[in-house]
């Protein structure tokens, strides 16, 4: 299963302005990109996944352009995926980065 590369290299580029350190891992037939080896984002096909918080994926799911990650055909908990027109600019990419960050950090 093919992942959209613009979106890996977009991710890549992204998450320099960060401190925090993330490595790659394939999974999903995508890449994930994890903080101290708990997944934050990463695309899978043409969306993008998030690891939300489970208290705010109530609001985030009520946001355009997002929706249940559905991979393995039921919703996955504290998963989404945001659809391309979701991510048109810089400014929203970062968003849902710091949302997966976020996600992360909570696990630790």
Same mark, same amino acid.
């Given at each position: 299963?093919?992942?959209? $590369? #613009?979106?890996?290299?977009?991710?890549?580029?992204? /998450?320099? /302005? !960060?401190?925090?350190?993330?490595?790659?891992? @394939?999974m999903?037939?995508? /890449?994930?990109?994890?903080?101290?080896?708990?997944?934050?984002v %990463?695309?899978?096909?043409?969306?993008?996944?998030?690891?939300?918080?489970g208290? @705010?994926?109530?609001? #985030?799911?009520?946001?355009?352009?997002?929706?249940?990650?559905? !991979?393995?055909?039921?919703?996955?908990?504290?998963?989404? !995926?945001?659809?391309?027109e %979701?991510?048109?600019t $810089?400014?929203?990419?970062?968003?849902?980065? $710091?949302?997966?960050?976020?996600h992360?950090?909570?696990k630790?």
């Open positions: 299963m093919a992942y959209n $590369e #613009v979106l890996a290299k977009r991710i890549r580029a992204a /998450i320099q /302005i !960060f401190p925090e350190d993330f490595t790659e891992k @394939k999903f037939g995508g /890449i994930a990109f994890l903080y101290q080896g708990k997944m934050t %990463g695309p899978v096909k043409d969306d993008l996944m998030v690891r939300v918080i208290e @705010k994926m109530e609001a #985030v799911l009520q946001q355009e352009f997002v929706r249940p990650m559905d !991979f393995t055909g039921k919703p996955m908990k504290e998963f989404i !995926f945001v659809s391309l %979701g991510l048109q $810089e400014a929203q990419l970062h968003q849902w980065i $710091e949302l997966g960050l976020e992360a950090k909570s630790l």
